[in-house]
C-alpha cells in the first residue's frame, strides 16, 4: 500500500530533551516536506527537500533541522524543545511537478511541557 | 504575497441539505489548487486538483469548481460521513513545491 509513515503517532517531553520523528514514504517521490498545524494558523510548512542532500526552509524552520539522507527517509529533529513547539506535525511527500498532489502521513501529536 | 482564504470557518448541515464552501485566492500566476479533506486528528486526505479557471471535478457528492480568483466545493445532499474540515491549497508561486493553505472550513453533517 502506497503510504507516508511517520513515528511516533504521539510524544510528551520536556523542555530541551532532543528528539526525531521520522518519516517515510514508499512511493518513490522526490520532493518530502513537514508541516506543523496549529489552531487558526492552518498547516505551515517546516522544510522542505527536493531531493536526496537537497533541503531548505519553509515558512518556520526556527528550532528545527532536518536531513535527507535516502530518497524515502526524511526525519524531523528538534535539538532542544520548546514548549512553542507544541504542535500536530506532518510530514507529506509527492513527485516533483507541482501538479502532482502531496500524500500527507498520519500526523505526529507533539506536546512539550 | 500567496494569500488563501477559506469560508465560513465552519459550517453545519442537516443530512441532505446541499451549500458550498469557499476558497478565494490571491497568487500572482496560478498553478493549480488543491483540495484536501481532514478528519480530526489524521492527515489531509487529497480530493482534487483544478488546474485553470472554468475547470470542475466531481467525487460522490463533491463538486468542485474554479474561477480567476476563487474556487467552490459543492456538497449535494450531504451525509454524516461527509464531516470533516475541507482544506484547501494552492502551490507557492515563490516555487520550492510548497502549498498554501487555507485555515479551513469545518464542516459538520447532522441527521
Known amino acids: 500500500e502506497a503510504q507516508v509513515t511517520q513515528n511516533p503517532r504521539y510524544l510528551i517531553t520536556v523542555t530541551g530533551k532532543k528528539l526525531t520523528v521520522t518519516c517515510s514514504q514508499n512511493?518513490?517521490?522526490?520532493?518530502m516536506s513537514w508541516y506543523r498545524q496549529d489552531p487558526g494558523l492552518g498547516l505551515r510548512q517546516i522544510y522542505y527537500?527536493?531531493?536526496?542532500?537537497?533541503?531548505d526552509k519553509g515558512d518556520v524552520p526556527e528550532g528545527y533541522k532536518v536531513s535527507r539522507k535516502e530518497k524515502r527517509n526524511f526525519p524531523l529533529i528538534l535539538e532542544s524543545p520548546s514548549p512553542n513547539q507544541t504542535s500536530l506535525y506532518f510530514c507529506?511527500?509527492?513527485?516533483?511537478?507541482?501538479?502532482?498532489?502531496?500524500?500527507f502521513g498520519p500526523g505526529t501529536r507533539l506536546t512539550v511541557l | 504575497e500567496d494569500q488563501v482564504t477559506q469560508s465560513p470557518e465552519a459550517l453545519r448541515l442537516q443530512e441532505g441539505e446541499s451549500s458550498s464552501l469557499n476558497c478565494s485566492y490571491t497568487v500572482s500566476g496560478l498553478r493549480g489548487l488543491f483540495w484536501y479533506r481532514q478528519d480530526p486528528g489524521k492527515g489531509p486526505e487529497f480530493l482534487f486538483t483544478l488546474y485553470s479557471a472554468g475547470e470542475e471535478k466531481e467525487k460522490e457528492r463533491l463538486k468542485a469548481t474554479l474561477t480567476k480568483k476563487e474556487s467552490f466545493l459543492h456538497i449535494t445532499a450531504p451525509k454524516p460521513e461527509d464531516s470533516a474540515t475541507y482544506l484547501c491549497?494552492?502551490?507557492?508561486?515563490?516555487?520550492?513545491?510548497?502549498?498554501?493553505f487555507g485555515t479551513g472550513t469545518q464542516l459538520k453533517v447532522e441527521l
Open positions: 512511493m518513490n517521490h522526490e520532493y
Open positions: 491549497a494552492v502551490p507557492y508561486t515563490g516555487g520550492g513545491n510548497k502549498l498554501t
Open positions: 507529506a511527500s509527492k513527485f516533483q511537478s507541482s501538479y502532482n498532489e502531496q500524500f
Open positions: 527537500s527536493m531531493n536526496v542532500e537537497v533541503t
